[in-house]
């Protein structure tokens, strides 16, 4: 079965200052997506960044991006220059290639941008 | 467009009763999904639709929860006979062609439930 661990439950990070999420995961298939989610307090699940199993070059969105190592099945996400805003529950999500895309979900990381 | 829409935003209910949480989705996205995240079990996934077809429905906890999708849009997750342990947020998403990439999901803001 695949899982997915983000084993750091609480990050904090000074404003302007860069913070890496970590995520891993566990899968024995060869082609999959991974995600980063971020949910403020209004409870709305917003995607930050996908990346395709099959694709080599790590995705970059703005000042989000990832550091995927698919050998060591770790999927980190990189915030340079926080903002205030990007205080919320990260969450990494897993999902298969097949036409069921059901999200499997790491437990999520709380963080705290400090003024 | 729009996105994704639930209703109602926040719900109580006695133990025992039947509620009724409602998705529509992205218009056009054919997939649709409906998660849960409780506090103590972080998200969890419940079933998944492909069209008014759920193909996989392996993640219901129970058979007091069903759900239906009609005409390819609308969604309806029912909850009989709730219990205290069904308090939770219950998130919807949906998929496929025009907005976004097939395995994009697109959230609503989600129904919270609460049984007292």
């Known amino acids: 079965a695949q899982t997915v661990t983000q084993s750091q439950p609480e990050m904090s990070v000074q404003e302007a200052e860069t913070v890496t999420l970590s995520c891993t995961y566990d899968?024995?298939?060869?082609?999959?997506?991974l995600f980063w989610y971020k949910q403020p307090p209004s409870r709305q699940m917003i995607l930050v960044i996908r990346?395709?199993?099959?694709k080599q070059q790590n995705a970059t969105e703005n000042r989000f991006s990832v550091n995927f190592q698919k050998a060591a099945k770790s999927f980190s996400l990189k915030i340079s220059d926080s903002q205030l805003g990007d205080a919320a529950m990260y969450f990494c999500?897993?999902?298969?290639?097949?036409?069921?895309?059901?999200?499997?979900w790491g437990a999520g990381t709380k963080l705290i941008i400090k003024p | 467009g729009a996105g994704v829409s639930q209703s109602p935003s926040n719900k109580v209910t006695e133990k025992g009763k039947d509620v009724e949480l409602r998705c529509d989705p992205i218009?056009?996205?054919?997939?649709l999904y409906w998660y849960r995240q409780s506090l103590g079990q972080g998200l969890e996934f419940l079933i998944y639709?492909?069209?008014?077809?759920?193909?996989?429905k392996s993640g219901l906890p129970s058979d007091r929860f069903s759900a239906e999708r009609t005409g390819g849009s609308v969604s309806t997750l029912t909850i009989q006979r709730t219990q205290q342990e069904d308090s939770a947020v219950y998130l919807c998403?949906?998929?496929?062609?025009?907005?976004?990439?097939?395995?994009?999901?697109?959230f609503g803001p989600g129904t919270r439930l609460t049984v007292t």
């Open positions: 899968t024995s298939e060869s082609d999959y997506y």
């Open positions: 218009s056009g996205h054919t997939a």
């Open positions: 998403a949906s998929s496929g062609p025009g907005q976004g990439s097939p395995y994009e999901q697109y």
């Open positions: 999500a897993y999902s298969l290639g097949d036409s069921n895309y059901q999200l499997i």
């Open positions: 990346q395709e199993a099959y």
């Open positions: 639709f492909q069209g008014n077809s759920a193909p996989d």
